[in-house]
């Protein structure tokens, strides 16, 4: 579980994308699962997929020389 801390214009462009984001089906793609919004806090929390694999930036090291 990741917690953001957002404005409200973000909290909204979250809100009405989040189904589209959650809707991606690909192996490289981390699952969303779940959103919740604290208004009171604005306090967006995602719960994503587990994937114990390297980053981005932790990949580019991983590369052949």
């Known amino acids: ?3 953001m801390k957002m404005d409200d214009e973000h909290m909204i462009f979250l809100k009405k994308n989040f189904r ?3 809707s991606l ?4 793609i ?4 779940n959103m919740f919004l604290d208004l ?5 929390n ?3 997929d587990y994937e114990n694999n390297p980053n981005l ?3 580019k ?3 052949p020389e």
């Open 1 to 3: 579980v990741k917690a």
């Open 40 to 44: 009171k806090n604005h306090t967006c």
């Open 30 to 33: 981390i699952k969303y699962r």
């Open 57 to 59: 930036l932790e990949h």
């Open 20 to 22: 589209d984001i959650s």
């Open 61 to 63: 090291d991983l590369e």
């Open 25 to 28: 089906d690909h192996p490289n």
């Open 46 to 48: 995602l719960v994503m």
